[in-house]
């Protein structure tokens, strides 16, 4: 994949899950090469609900950079608590590559658990089968153990992309769309606080 490669970073922007009460601002950011940013999109999805993979194919789809866009990575495969991406789905209906970096070897086991009880368990099940099992990669200079699920590309790929856009914790694509993210809830919660 070319340096100057469009890649496409999503996040809901907090770490614990857990903490979420209500609908969230999902933001993708546009990175060229990985460090220079040159757009943002957002959407709004359901606390642990089930239209994250539709909200996203619309924003991607309706983006001004959806041409250019050459790779999508998600910050996990569930957003805004338990509403999972559908990765295969998201590549065959945006036709770009997906990689979705996990938050450690045990999201799909976690994922699992907090399913039970919620409604349209089939669907959330289904999404997490798509995903399949995810791919352990250490990464230099942190020899951070990073594990991803991925879609619409392969495994020698993936290693690749990895190692040129993981030059410290987390993802840079990833890190700035958690920032920004993390911006537009804090100022959606204080706006529902106000009402």
């Not at 409604?119 to 959330?124: E, G």
């Not at 590309?153 to 920032?179: H, Q, W, Y």
């Not at 804090?186 to 706006?191: A, G, I």
Request: charged share 25%; proline share 3%; hydrophobic share 40%.
């Amino acid at each position: 994949m070319k340096k100057e490669v469009r890649i496409l970073a999503i996040s809901d922007g907090i770490s614990k899950r857990s903490l979420i009460r209500q609908n969230r601002a999902i933001v993708g950011v546009v990175l060229r090469g990985g460090h220079w940013l040159e757009g943002i999109m957002k959407t709004i999805i359901e606390r642990n609900g089930c239209n994250v993979t539709s909200q996203l194919v619309r924003m991607i789809r309706s983006s001004s950079h959806f041409q250019q866009t050459r790779l999508i990575m998600t910050d996990g495969l569930a957003l805004a608590g338990v509403n999972i991406v559908n990765i295969r789905a998201l590549h065959e209906m945006t036709n770009i590559p997906i990689i979705a970096v996990s938050r450690g070897r045990k999201e799909m086991g976690d994922l699992s658990e907090k399913m039970k009880g919620l409604d349209r368990h089939t669907s959330r099940v289904r999404a997490l089968k798509a995903a399949g099992q995810p791919t352990s990669l250490v990464l230099e200079p942190t020899r951070r153990r990073i594990y991803a699920y991925y879609s619409g590309l392969n495994s020698t790929d993936l290693k690749s992309i990895m190692r040129g856009f993981c030059a410290a914790e987390t993802p840079e694509p990833i890190r700035v769309a958690r920032i920004i993210s993390s911006a537009f809830n804090r100022h959606l919660v204080k706006r529902v606080q106000k009402d």
